[in-house]
């Protein structure tokens, strides 16, 4: 059964005429956002997909899972620091340069390369 308010790529599944994934409307929700919240935090996106979308994502749980978990594959915490203010914030593991999350300006350093 075909859902017209996502796109279905081979890798992962988008709202409807955006590029984002279902995947992280699915985990803010599960996270106990509130769809309200999800409204406001997507607000071009119309109402009916992203409610279209998160009906997609129960009704196909395992592949937003197995998405999900492809992403935390990623995305994993490196033991690397930019800053004091960053002690609790873990970088990703793509090594890309990056400022850190905590918005103190610090350009972190990629991963493997010396302190």
């Excluded at 409807?16 to 106990?32: D, I």
């Excluded at 071009?44 to 998405?67: Q, W």
């Excluded at 490196?78 to 800053?83: A, F, G, P």
């Amino acid at each position: 059964m075909t859902n017209p308010y996502v796109t279905v790529t081979e890798d992962t599944v988008y709202l409807e005429g955006t590029k984002v994934p279902v995947r992280r409307l699915y985990a803010w929700f599960r996270r106990g956002v509130s769809v309200e919240t999800l409204f406001k935090r997507y607000p071009h996106v119309r109402p009916a997909v992203v409610l279209g979308s998160l009906a997609y994502a129960i009704d196909n749980i395992d592949r937003i899972e197995t998405e999900l978990a492809r992403e935390r594959a990623i995305v994993q915490p490196v033991s690397r620091e930019c800053c004091p203010r960053c002690v609790r914030t873990p970088f990703n593991a793509r090594g890309d340069n990056a400022y850190c999350t905590e918005d103190c300006g610090t350009l972190r350093a990629p991963v493997g390369a010396a302190k």
